[in-house]
């Protein structure tokens, strides 16, 4: 080595061992500490245009103006000084900015015909140009119905024919919400297939636009469309949406041959398209807050782009990598190249908000890889948030802005030093990169997370830990598939093939985090609850630096979060009291519905109902270590007693799903068919007389034993109701009845029909404790126990105060899970609640 050499590496090191400190080493090449100017106005930026958008106009344009005067006199006074009253009038200009221009975005949305006719309801005739992607509301339930998902889908009006025949030319961002008139299940056809930029003329009915709680909305009115028919087309796309579609499209037929989870999950990996994302998977990934996968991210566009500029450094050196240099690219056509590559991804991904930020935020990390140079990107950072925000205000008050920010800011500062801790500690180089980048972003998210989902994840770090290995593979196999598809499908199919693997696996990973019986804990959803979890986020971190140099103290620390997380019932169980160990029957509390279990032998269980919600019916499955279910008896096909069947079948042997013979309503009833076919469980229908048995459990079923009423089926659903499979239950010991929903006549007629039913010592009391109780029939059965499933809250009244004062009267002891939480009968006839 020669001596000029040798200075150098000398003078490099000593520079590296300055710019270093407790927190960890710098990076080779980061000179000096972080540079911090430009945050302040960019916080500047995002407050003022906050509060502008949730303020009355004349307070916004009032405070913008304070703000640019104060600028202004700071300015003159610093004339010649420089130093902090530059700085704090800089900051002051840019918050007069963004509330200025947020307050200009805001007025929008009062000017126009639309915000008056909205308040009145009226009824308008608009043409509106399509600005996002349709996508489908899931359906809800509502009492016993399973209301239709609609279309729901983001425009603008342009014109405006009100009922009189006035026509308005406006320019206001709407909501269209599509619904079929009838009461099928399906959508309206052709909606989905709508392209931005698409122009429609809608016939609608106006309302309000719901506010956001803090005075807050980015639209002037929502329009509800009631057809069966297509759209009505006055203009289509433009030719970069069609090819846009067109290559969305192709990757959609790409991976229509892969399995289930990786044809649902692959669009949304590669162009954040979720329409194929069903209900299951999608609460997997809440649960896991893997959710951001699901849509498009800067790590979508950085992928990209570091197979054309290379590896991390290279960039800009003569041995650069990537793609570029092998195609003899100059640095100045790479670069173009980039530009370009991030404006198809845009246009291809659609130029939303969301987009727009994760093509900024890939930039910025583009930036990383292409210098290596980590103290120019929080300037950048800070500028792309002020750019974004003054060019759509709306986004200050964007929780998905907010988590993608606070994200990258997290891998640009806590990553890189607690990667480098962990190195020092003996971690391997990228595993350690991926540990901190993973707890990172989990750590500084977290809290925003917990506000919407109310809940903290126990296992996203080492979800998304797995999952990041994963997610590069995927998405080049999926952006090569998308971009083959117009010119080789075959070539596509295969490229989807293969990617269909790594994003399977993802989808495996999400399911078993989600799957693990700790997986989440409750948490306030409030600002709050959100500083509660920061600070205690802060505090762990704090521990964890004097924690590492204790291996024991360490490894206890890991054993109770993996406790935690798996909580095994022997354990668990001294603490909570739930479930009783030798309980019989439970009750789940699934809100307003229903959703029982029969204890059937070691991890199995006869499941009666299945409650209005997949999650909270398999919540409480998991709990009682219910693992195969031999039969599902559906006692009718009301939304809250049949909606939660997928949370059965989510992870258990179900053997076959048995039914009443009335199969209304005749949507909710397909639904179950179609929901057990995919499963490929067998359904049966329930026959009156008929016993079964398994071990100790035996029932009867007692009814129905009429045939279905001819004729259209009742509007309040009565005759539904009345067809419900009632059992008679006998298990150790104990007998139990199960009427289901049945109303007074129906319940008289089963006691004219069944003249030797015997008193019993538990009773699911019949349609959630409601007012409609046939008193003979409570007479005769004289339970010691009386068990309701209701809904806290609920707008029904349930359980009516005369049905729960009647059984009370005559010795029963009434237990409502509305109150109670879960409920479990012991074979001794002791009743446990989980809130008890």
Request: charged letters at 15%; proline letters at 8%; hydrophobic letters at 50%.
């Amino acid at each position: 080595m020669s001596t000029r050499t040798a200075t150098r590496a000398a003078v490099r090191a000593a520079v590296h061992a300055a710019a270093g400190h407790r927190l960890g080493a710098a990076d080779p090449r980061q000179e000096g500490p972080a540079d911090l100017r430009l945050v302040p106005p960019a916080l500047a930026v995002w407050g003022a245009a906050a509060l502008a958008l949730g303020a009355l106009g004349g307070a916004a344009v009032a405070g913008a103006a304070v703000c640019g005067l104060a600028a202004v006199v700071l300015l003159v006074l610093a004339r010649g000084r420089g130093g902090g009253r530059t700085a704090v009038a800089m900051t002051l200009l840019c918050a007069a900015a963004g509330g200025g221009v947020a307050a200009a975005h805001a007025a929008d949305l009062h000017r126009g015909p639309l915000p008056e006719a909205a308040r009145q309801y009226a009824r308008i005739t608009a043409e509106v140009a399509v600005t996002g992607d349709p996508r489908v509301v899931r359906p809800r339930v509502r009492g016993s119905d399973q209301l239709a998902g609609a279309v729901m889908l983001r425009a603008e009006a342009v014109r405006v024919t009100a009922a009189d025949g006035t026509v308005t030319a406006t320019r206001a961002p709407v909501l269209v919400l599509v619904r079929r008139t009838d009461s099928a299940a399906r959508t309206p056809p052709g909606w989905l297939d709508l392209l931005p930029t698409t122009r429609l003329r809608v016939r609608a009915g106006l309302l309000p636009p719901r506010d956001d709680g803090a005075g807050g909305r980015d639209i002037a009115a929502v329009l509800r469309v009631s057809t069966d028919g297509p759209p009505t087309v006055t203009a289509g796309p433009t030719a970069a949406q069609r090819i846009a579609g067109g290559l969305r499209s192709g990757l959609r037929e790409a991976s229509d041959g892969l399995p289930s989870d990786a044809r649902a999950l692959l669009p949304g990996l590669v162009v954040g398209d979720t329409s194929r994302i069903p209900a299951d998977l999608d609460a997997a990934f809440r649960a896991a807050d893997m959710l951001h996968l699901l849509a498009v991210s800067g790590a979508n566009l950085a992928i990209l782009l570091v197979l054309l500029i290379g590896p991390p450094g290279t960039a800009t050196r003569a041995e650069r990598r990537g793609a570029a240099p092998r195609l003899g690219m100059s640095l100045r056509t790479t670069a173009v190249t980039g530009a370009l590559l991030t404006l198809a991804f845009v246009v291809v991904c659609r130029p939303e908000p969301s987009v727009l930020r994760a093509a900024a935020c890939g930039l910025i990390t583009i930036a990383a890889i292409g210098t290596g140079r980590r103290r120019s990107l929080l300037p950048a950072l800070a500028a792309a948030v002020s750019l974004l925000v003054l060019y759509d205000p709306w986004l200050a008050r964007d929780f998905g802005f907010l988590l993608s920010v606070l994200a990258t800011g997290s891998l640009l500062t806590l990553a890189p030093r607690w990667s480098g801790a962990l190195r020092r500690r003996g971690v391997p180089g990228r595993l350690a990169e991926a540990l901190a980048a993973a707890a990172a972003a989990q750590a500084v998210c977290a809290p925003v997370v917990a506000v919407l989902a109310a809940h903290v994840s126990l296992v996203a770090i080492p979800c998304n830990l797995l999952a990041e290995f994963l997610v590069a593979p995927a998405t080049m196999l999926g952006f090569a598939a998308l971009a083959a598809a117009p010119l080789a499908p075959p070539l596509a199919e295969a490229l989807a093939w293969l990617a269909g693997w790594p994003t399977g696996a993802i989808a495996a990973i999400a399911r078993a985090g989600a799957a693990l019986p700790g997986a989440e804990v409750d948490w306030p959803g409030s600002w709050t609850g959100a500083l509660l979890l920061a600070a205690l986020t802060a505090t762990v971190i704090l521990a964890a630096g004097r924690l590492v140099r204790h291996r024991w103290l360490c490894a206890a620390c890991a054993v109770l979060l993996v406790l935690a997380v798996l909580r095994p019932v022997p354990l668990i169980r001294p603490l909570t009291g739930w479930p009783p160990p030798d309980w019989r029957l439970a009750v789940c509390d699934v809100g307003q519905g229903d959703a029982l279990a029969l204890a059937a032998g070691r991890g199995a269980a006869v499941v009666i109902d299945t409650g209005p919600e997949p999650g909270a019916v398999d919540r409480c499955l998991r709990a009682l270590g219910v693992t195969a279910v031999p039969l599902l008896v559906l006692t009718h096909f009301h939304a809250d007693h049949v909606a939660g069947l997928p949370g059965v079948l989510r992870g258990r042997a179900v053997g076959a799903i048995q039914t009443t013979a009335l199969g209304e309503p005749a949507g909710q009833a397909a639904a179950v068919r179609h929901e057990a076919a995919r499963a490929g469980v067998p359904v049966i229908g329930a026959g009156p007389g008929e016993r079964r048995r398994i071990g100790t459990l035996s029932w009867e079923v007692l009814w129905p034993r009429e045939p279905p009423p001819p004729g259209p089926p009742s509007p309040s659903g009565e005759e539904a109701n009345d067809a419900s499979v009632t059992l008679l239950v006998r298990t150790s010991g104990l007998t139990v009845f199960l009427p289901g929903d049945l109303e007074p006549p129906a319940q008289r007629r089963l006691l004219a029909a069944c003249p030797d039913l015997p008193p019993v010592d538990v009773l699911k009391v019949a349609h959630h404790g409601s007012a409609y109780q046939d008193q003979a029939l409570l007479e005769r059965l004289r339970p010691r126990v009386a068990l309701v499933s209701s809904g806290e809250g609920n707008p029904y009244g349930h359980p009516s105060p005369r049905t729960v004062d009647v059984l009370r009267a005559a010795g029963a002891t009434v237990l409502r899970t509305d109150v109670h939480g879960s409920l479990a009968v012991t074979s001794d006839g002791a009743v446990t609640g989980s809130d008890s």
